[in-house]
């Protein structure tokens, strides 16, 4: 069967995706993982590393999923299988409220129990989630993470490959800069530039990015 989605990577992030992609209908084919060990993760086989990606094309399989926590390298890989001439399909749970005015980019999660409200854009490969909640007028980066439960007011700007700890927070029209990191809980007051590391309320930076 060469319909199912084919998912990078079997860890944590891949069974939260799995679950949703069913839930939304989708048929999951197989896993590539840098583990090859044969196993099944949530009933879908682990059939090799990402060297099994190119094949798996050949096969005729078409629609992937970047299922890594890791924001740089799921951009990474998820450019890598566009090469290989995959589509990347978002994973949607139904349970999410998405305004018919906002606009999702492609390898996007989105799970349960999430909101995005009018006119906020999600960039490619984001991952928003459980219960992450983005408000009206939101600009979100390609490869950026809204952890569980984290919460934008509206007209909030978030960079590329940014993360929002679990319960993290952002009052209306700040910027986060790309790959910034907001520690678990935070509140976000103020704009924040590239590559730091804030935690506490409000947050406050803690230091550089390596
Ligand atoms: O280059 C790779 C690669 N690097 C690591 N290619 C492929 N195909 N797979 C790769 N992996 C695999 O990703 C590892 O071998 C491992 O099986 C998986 C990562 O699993 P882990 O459970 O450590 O992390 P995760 O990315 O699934 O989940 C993280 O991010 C989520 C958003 C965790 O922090 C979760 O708690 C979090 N919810």
Aim: aromatic share 2%; hydrophobic share 50%.
């Amino acid at each position: 069967m060469t319909t199912g989605v084919v998912i990078i990577g079997g860890g944590g992030h891949a069974k939260v995706v799995i679950e949703s992609l069913r839930a939304g209908g989708e048929t999951v084919a197989a896993i590539v993982d840098a583990d090859p060990t044969p196993r099944a993760v949530l009933g879908v086989p682990v059939i090799g590393d990402d060297l099994a990606l190119a094949d798996l094309r050949g096969q005729g399989f078409s629609k992937l999923f970047v299922a890594i926590g890791d924001n740089r390298l799921r951009e990474k890989l998820g450019r890598e299988a566009r090469e290989l001439g995959f589509t990347l399909v978002s994973a949607i749970h139904p349970s999410a409220v998405i305004s018919p005015t906002a606009r999702l980019g492609e390898g996007v999660a989105v799970m349960a129990g999430v909101a995005i409200n009018a006119d906020s854009r999600i960039g490619d490969l984001a991952i928003i989630n459980t219960g992450a909640i983005v408000d009206h007028d939101c600009d979100l980066g390609a490869a950026c993470h809204l952890g569980p439960a984290a919460a934008l007011a509206g007209g909030v700007t978030i960079g590329e490959r940014a993360f929002l700890g679990v319960g993290a927070r952002a009052i209306p029209g700040v910027t986060i800069g790309a790959d910034t990191v907001i520690g678990a809980g935070g509140v976000v007051v103020r704009d924040l530039p590239e590559s730091v590391v804030a935690v506490g309320v409000p947050a406050r930076i803690k230091g550089e990015r390596s």
